[in-house]
């Protein structure tokens, strides 16, 4: 399809690890990013992944890539209330430009 | 704060008027790129702006235009405004025109409501 998915609400509860599940279009992307909104901000990188990695570690983020599914996920250890946000997944279109192509956006609540 | 300013913070408007929103990429940046936030439609990508040139379009409609210019900032125009314009709009900016690695930096956002 031409849209990247992904599900729209996760809850936790603070300390547990959370999952938010993306999947995108182009198994030829190059690139895979997860961004983060605030409540009321703009949108921030969090981490990316190189299409030639499986997983990348980053303090308490882990990315997994599964290319054969085009499934990739963001998973958060020791979730804590100040990680509640909404989480976006991006995929870039094919072409040498920038324009990237974002998830609907999934929102994760933490509870204390 | 990611370096990228958008100005104004908020906008109030009516239908059929027009409207110019600002943008000023980090230091550096040669990419502008500009993104609508709605409820219903999700985070659309609208343009790319290269040194100036444009790089790339998305779901922008003839009503809007974009322009960057020589000192790269870059200004989008909404012009004939209906309800349905109401969103948040986004600026990003990032060093290069490419995805390669390419992180984009995100403004705040101008809030534009259409009455």
């Known amino acids: 399809g031409e849209d990247v998915e992904q599900s729209l609400f996760l809850s936790v509860r603070e300390g547990d690890s959370s999952v938010i599940n993306c999947t995108y279009t182009?198994?030829?992307?190059?690139?895979l990013y997860w961004y983060k909104q605030e409540p009321g901000a703009g949108l921030q990188l969090l981490t990316y992944?190189?299409?030639?990695?499986d997983m990348k570690q980053d303090q308490r983020l882990t990315v997994l890539l599964n290319k054969k599914d085009k499934h990739l996920s963001l998973r958060i250890a020791d979730t804590q209330t100040g990680d509640s946000a909404i989480y976006f997944c991006?995929?870039?279109?094919?072409?040498?430009?920038?324009?990237?192509?974002f998830g609907q956006g999934t929102t994760l609540q933490v509870k204390p | 704060d990611s370096g990228v300013t958008q100005t104004p913070k908020h906008l109030i408007t009516a239908t059929g008027q027009r409207v110019t929103l600002r943008c000023s990429p980090r230091?550096?940046?040669?990419?502008v790129y500009w993104y609508q936030q709605s409820l219903d439609q999700g985070l659309q990508f609208l343009i790319q702006?290269?040194?100036?040139?444009?790089?790339a379009k998305g779901n922008i409609l003839e009503r809007f235009s974009a322009q960057q210019f020589p000192d790269l900032h870059s200004e989008l125009n909404l012009s004939s405004l209906e309800l349905g314009d109401s969103a948040l709009y986004f600026c990003?900016?990032?060093?290069?025109?490419?995805?390669?690695?390419?992180?984009?930096?995100f403004g705040p956002g101008t809030r534009l409501t259409v009455l």
């Open positions: 230091s550096g940046d040669l990419s």
């Open positions: 182009d198994s030829s992307s190059t690139y």
């Open positions: 702006y290269y040194n100036g040139e444009e790089r």
């Open positions: 991006a995929e870039p279109r094919p072409g040498n430009t920038g324009k990237l192509i």
């Open positions: 992944i190189f299409s030639n990695m």
């Open positions: 990003a900016s990032s060093p290069a025109g490419g995805t390669g690695g390419n992180e984009q930096f």
